[in-house]
């Protein structure tokens, strides 16, 4: 049985983004938020304190950021450009250039390297180290068989998800080809990927209102755990209305995950027990990204329109953040049957 929604959708931020947000993520070492936007902005909240701390304009809207650490962080944009931000002294630069917009930029804490995904088709690795410019810090550009859409990490792995529902796993310390090139399980577009955080493996969300489970281990055992699952959608009339999956997030210490979607529900899964554990109250509009901060105990919701429905009258874009309870995010132990006396 699913626990009662909760009624309320977290304290609102103030001073959220004039446009669509693109994504946000919490720091691994405080409560800082860092929040992109089709406003050109990339702003840094202090979470707790409701307090904006930063605020970075660009040539054009901002697809997606990541922190580097507490001091400094990475943009993508519209623009072709990653750029650096140092929010201690409100100071960017351009770190390299694409030949299209660019949609995904991560960190890596392992190797040290910024990795961004480009609707020109290609991946690159960027030294942050080196001096301000492409000749400096690039250090590789791979060919991706279609536009990258979601990028994400797990210690050395590195999981691309392209156009064409096409998938490629790399070892970050030999990109030189991909580890393995699968295809997604699921049938329509890929809106997300995010890696499990033990690493075995990444969950994919789709338009058509689904998750898929994967595992990196090839073997016959390893392949038999996946599975795929629908959600984020209703049934109205006898038709049932299927609703895009924007946003992933795992728990950084249950390894549980949220979804978003574009109906406007956050709900929270147990993927190892295929359960679902939680859903939180409705919010005013899609779930455009969710992040968990380092210790779990906060999530961030980007209630902000994704336009999956054409250029109509919507709510304003919206940061909230919530405290979040175990009773939502915890497993819940399998209760075994009582042996026959």
Known sequence: MTAPPQVTTGREL????????????????????LVSSWDKSVRLYDASANAVRGEFMH????????????????????????RRLVFNYGREDIL????????????SSATGQVITGSWDKTLKC?????????DRTLL???TQPERV??????????????????????????????EQRRESSLKYQTRCVRCYPNGTGYALSS???????????LSEAGQSKKYAFKCHRKSEAGRDIVYPVNSIAFHPIYGTFATGGCDGYVNVWDG??????????????????LSFSRDGKLLAVASSYTYEEGDKPHEPDAIFVRSVNEVEIKPKPKVLPNPST
């Open 14 to 33: 103030s001073s959220p983004p004039a446009d669509g947000i693109t994504n946000l993520r919490f720091s691994t070492h405080s409560d800082h938020l």
């Open 59 to 82: 040539g054009g809207a901002v697809l997606d950021c990541c922190f580097h650490d507490d001091s400094s962080g990475f943009s993508a944009g519209a623009d072709n450009t990653v």
């Open 96 to 107: 390299g250039r694409h030949d299209a917009p660019v949609r995904c930029v991560e960190y």
């Open 126 to 134: 960027w030294d942050p180290r080196g001096a301000s410019g492409q």
């Open 140 to 142: 590789g550009t791979y």
């Open 149 to 178: 859409y979601s990028l994400s990490l797990v210690g050395n792995r590195l999981v691309v998800a392209t156009a064409g529902r096409h998938v490629n796993v790399y070892d970050l310390r030999n990109m030189s080809q991909p």
């Open 207 to 217: 338009v058509e209102g689904r998750v898929a489970m994967e595992f990196f281990d």
């Open 272 to 289: 190892n027990n295929k359960k679902r554990l939680y859903q939180y109250s409705k919010y005013p509009t899609s779930i455009a990204a």
